[in-house]
């Protein structure tokens, strides 16, 4: 058994160690984290197909679940309502076919995983043994992860790993309230291009970065308006030229002016 689970483990580079149950008389293969049970089992009945049926367990790490935490709570679906026992079922189903589920998607991802387990592991209190997994989904339930993200800085050209902030989350986490606040502090969902653009115009204190993602974003704001009036200019000219009965030439749904000058 022990051939069996070295070879494996230097296949799935993880440590895959075999576990005999007396009360059941059977052998069982446990690791953590690292690959499924279904590429286990496979890997078994290609590599021995003359051996018995092992049983294969995987346990998740509290780094794996604290990371699921955050991308599922990203995802609007980590709910304070059901309790801690309930979100770890949830995401060891969310898990269940993720390889390395600890393995976080790029350096952010990272930096914010280590900063839950670090308020996690303070709310644990002195000589806990680590983190303190319940309070990391509570954390994540009640405050959304905008409070993870590593630097409240607007990003440079010689920022390229995603640490700080790109000029619209810049203008989203300085600028956004009521629905567009909570929709950023949970799921880091950014503003309206031109609303950004316009509250960083109207602040009378805006600093200097506020100004710099403004600036950058003007580009990508006049290439969007400049192509919603060629859509109003086709239309109106079509119209013009008698070239349009029964709605043929559509409508354009996307307002010219902000919804503040179109009121007056």
Known sequence: MRRIADRLSVQFRVPIEPQYDQAGHRWTLRW????????????????????????????LTTRALALAAIRETRAGAMHRSVGSWGQRYHLEQ????????????????????????????AA?????????????????????????????SLAGPADPDGLALAPLEFLTSRYATGVHRTAWETALATLPLRTAVAAA??????????????????????ARASAELDAVEARLAAVAAGGCRDDSCGSVSTPILPAHERSR
């Open 32 to 59: 953590y984290d690292g690959p499924t049970v279904a590429a286990v089992r496979c890997a078994l009945e290609r590599l021995f197909p003359a051996e018995e049926r092992l049983a294969v367990r995987r346990d």
């Open 94 to 121: 969310q898990l269940a076919d993720r390889e390395h589920p600890d393995r976080p998607a790029d350096p952010r991802e990272a930096a914010m995983l280590e900063r839950l387990l670090a308020a996690a592991s």
């Open 124 to 152: 644990a209190g002195r000589g806990a043994a680590g983190p303190d997994l319940a309070r990391a989904f509570d954390l994540v339930a009640r405050d959304g992860i905008a409070w993870l993200l590593p630097e409240p």
């Open 201 to 222: 115009h109207q602040d009378p204190e805006a600093d200097p970065d506020a100004a710099r993602a403004a600036l950058t974003l003007l580009p990508a704001l006049r």
